[in-house]
């Protein structure tokens, strides 16, 4: 889990670093860091713990630790999503950032063909509003959880594409 977020943290970093917006881009490399923080503490929580006997206050600050990393995680990727609305420069290509804005094109693509079906096919009431039984638009956090991280027990039911990589350690 805690490798999972230092991946995460890096993706987060990549995005930030090639958003247009300022705030956007601020938002995401502040989020980005926390995520990095957090796993960062939650590798070493999870290794103390290893190494000593059974403790109630220990499994409690590994469990707080894991819930901060999600919610963080979950941070990183809304904002991420924003900055991919809001759009990314053209990073160096052959970069990492090129691999993630590359990831990050193709889901908002997603998006805005999610939008135009929608509002192509969007099924009116007798009072012309739109009915609420729309399938919800895609979102960055489903495309990551669609294509994991290398390395998770999952993977052998997820075989590895070429978007993965991006989240792979040591890239």
């Known amino acids: 889990l805690a490798s999972d977020g230092q991946a995460l943290a890096k993706f987060g970093r990549a995005v930030g670093t090639c958003c247009l917006d300022t705030r956007c881009s601020a938002e995401v490399l502040r989020a980005a860091e926390r995520t990095r923080t957090i796993s960062s503490q939650l590798a070493i929580v999870a290794r103390v713990k290893a190494v000593t006997a059974e403790s ?20 990183v990727l809304t904002a991420a999503e924003a900055a991919c609305v809001k759009g990314l420069r053209q990073p160096p290509p ?43 638009e895609p979102t960055l956090i489903a495309t990551v ?26 890239h």
């Open 56 to 75: 109630r206050s220990s499994s409690e600050l590994l469990v707080s630790n894991a819930q901060n990393l999600t919610q963080a995680a979950s941070r």
């Open 94 to 136: 052959d970069s990492e950032e090129a691999e993630v804005a590359a990831f990050c094109m193709e889901w908002r693509k997603n998006l805005s063909w999610h939008r135009a079906k929608e509002s192509l096919n969007s099924a009116r009431g007798e009072l012309g509003l739109r009915k609420t039984q729309a399938r919800p």
């Open 145 to 170: 959880q669609e294509h994991p991280p290398q390395g998770r027990s999952d993977k052998e039911h997820h075989p590895p594409t070429r978007n993965t990589s991006l989240f792979q350690q040591g």
